[in-house]
């Protein structure tokens, strides 16, 4: 079991940035392909970025590509995402999300869920 908890969401004008963490607990962090999905009102739950156990491999979204950095310290069972230059559009509750297949962008795939963190980008 791993439980996974996310931080540092908040409110933030376009253009500025935030860093979120999600801290694992449980079984072996490093065991784990890490990503960050999110949700807007009323609409579906999409993929934003992956990380591999390792984290030498990582795959963004284009919507997030060139304005977010995933990274991994697996010392700290802890995963970030730093996100800059933020827009409106932006404004979601962002998940941590755990696989124990490594490197997959799908949410299906994706066994441990935090309770997501609320951004929300004003313009």
């Known amino acids: 079991q791993v439980q996974l908890v996310e931080s540092g969401g908040g409110l933030v004008q376009a253009g500025g940035s935030l860093r979120l963490s999600c801290a694992a607990s449980?079984?072996?962090?490093?065991?784990?392909?890490m990503a960050w999905f999110r949700q807007a009102p009323g609409k579906e739950r999409e993929f934003v970025v992956m990380?591999?156990?390792?984290?030498?491999?990582?795959y963004y979204a284009d919507s997030v590509k060139g304005r977010s950095t995933i990274s991994r310290d697996n010392a700290k069972n802890t995963v970030y995402l730093q996100m800059n230059s933020l827009k409106p559009e932006d404004t979601a509750v962002y998940y941590c999300?755990?696989?124990?297949?490594?490197?997959?962008?799908?949410?299906?795939?994706?066994?441990?869920w935090g309770q997501g963190t609320q951004v929300t980008v004003s313009s």
């Open positions: 999300a755990a696989s124990g297949r490594g490197s997959t962008m799908r949410a299906q795939e994706y066994d441990y």
């Open positions: 449980g079984r072996t962090f490093s065991s784990y392909g």
């Open positions: 990380i591999s156990k390792t984290g030498g491999a990582v």
